[in-house]
């Protein structure tokens, strides 16, 4: 049984104050908390943070791209292929499509617009 503040939303029931507002803890309703941030914000702001690397100081983020480098130097060709895509573009796939048809295309005008004689 469904009750009076409750309405239906497809699968889900919400609950609504008597005046037909959000009640308190639902989407768009008072009390949501702050919206989380996104996953690339956090890496962004942590790759802006120091780091040393030997006798350098560099930022998280250029620590990691130049370690990128080391490997491609050592020979791994993914990072090869990394810096590449990154500082040249990604190649373009092409792909191709040949159709043998038996015959010419016969076009029929089935509309009712047809011309008259």
């Known amino acids: 049984m469904v009750h009076p503040n409750q309405i239906w ?4 029931v919400a609950d609504r104050n008597p005046d037909g507002t959000w009640a308190v803890g639902h989407p768009g ?3 949501r908390g702050k919206k989380l941030r996104r996953i690339e ?6 790759g802006l943070e120091p780091h040393q690397v030997g006798e350098l100081t560099v930022t998280k983020l ?3 791209l130049r370690s990128v480098y080391d490997f491609a130097f050592a020979g791994q060709s993914w990072a090869v292929q990394f810096i590449a895509e990154r500082t040249e573009g990604k190649v373009r796939d092409q792909i191709g499509l040949e ?3 038996p015959g ?3 076009v029929l005008n089935l ?3 047809e011309p008259d004689a």
């Open 111 to 113: 509309g009712e617009d």
């Open 29 to 31: 309703g008072p009390g």
């Open 62 to 64: 250029e620590a990691v």
């Open 9 to 12: 939303l497809g699968v889900f």
């Open 104 to 106: 010419p295309i016969r």
């Open 41 to 46: 914000h956090i890496l962004e702001k942590i």
């Open 99 to 101: 159709v043998d048809m």
